[in-house]
């Protein structure tokens, strides 16, 4: 049999002390060969160094659409220590719907929990794929890798997903005229597109917010899907400090005041609006008013006076007018008299 000797490393194993040693006859050897490896473990360095399990990733969509399919992803690494891997379990809310056990037969295991269908042609040791998610889908889902004797060792991670509905169209606003009068009730809706969560509403009066006096508030209500649509009204009464001067480049050529009405809805943070315009039918005051009537009149005298033809119509028809009247004042007088007689 071909003995071998110890490695340049360890001299003093070398030579013939190396078999006559006692503490290299008997158990001895093992304990001794137990310490040095030890030493070596904890003290080496470089190449030499043992890792241990380590999650490296893990990715679980924040969001994601009603019905639509995502993958879980969870990469890890096993380190150098030699650990062989026992399983990875995958749970939703502390359930377990899939695990991965490299020495089973077939290494896949399924378990039936509410809100997950899991896509058995995406499937691996670092992935899971789900299919048609519900809002029921929305959860924690945890990742947990483990190794087999000698370390046992397990990591774990987690992270939260939330299956949700955006909107796909902007508000729609209905109620509303082109142009209003001080005096008039302004009275509409803004109706929110469907969505899970529910957007928030808010008006604005030419750019700032409504105050909630103004505002009708309005029950949300489901569709078949669970999609929310929620509405908000407006209601106030008209006055001439609600129209502001119109710009240059008013969609309203010749208005010279302008009552912007905005509705925004909000989803997760993310606005959707709807802006309309309204025109100040009647001037806010009647000072506005004044000016153009009294133009109107001088104007109307000034053209009768430079008319002279217009002059002589009237003297003639006066003429004719006192000749009537002084024929029928005689023909009363001469009736008079014949009756007395």
Known sequence: METRNPPASLPFL?????????????????????????????GASGPLAVSALRLLELKVPET?????????????????????LYCVKWYKDDHEFFRFTPD??????????????????????????????????????????????????TVVRSAEMAVIGPPRIDPIVEGFQSSYSVGDTISGNCTSSKSNPMSSLAWFINGQQADRF?????????????LLTSRLGLHFRVEASHFKVAPASSSHPGAKRVLELRCRAEFRGRPR??????????????????????????????????TPGAVFAVLAVTEVMSRAISISVRGILSSLLVNNS
């Open 104 to 153: 089973d037969q077939p290494p896949f295991k399924l378990f039936p929990v509410d809100g997950v269908t899991v896509d058995k042609e995406r499937l691996s040791m670092t992935s899971v794929g789900l299919r048609q998610l519900a809002w029921n889908s929305s959860g924690f889902y945890r990742c947990e890798v483990s190794t087999e004797a000698p370390n046992f060792e």
């Open 64 to 84: 994601a659409e009603l019905n639509d399919d995502v993958t879980l992803e969870c990469t890890f690494d096993l380190g150098n220590s030699g650990a062989h």
């Open 14 to 42: 070398r030579g013939p002390c190396f078999k006559r040693h006692p503490i290299f006859r008997g158990p001895g050897i093992f304990v001794l060969l137990f310490l040095l490896g030890g030493a070596a473990i904890r």
């Open 273 to 306: 609006q709807r802006v309309i315009r309204a025109i100040l039918y009647a001037p806010p005051s009647l000072e506005d008013q004044r000016p153009a009537k009294h133009e109107g009149v001088r104007g109307a005298a000034s053209h009768v006076a430079a």
């Open 214 to 226: 103004s505002l009708v508030y309005y029950s949300p209500w489901p569709d078949e899907l669970g």
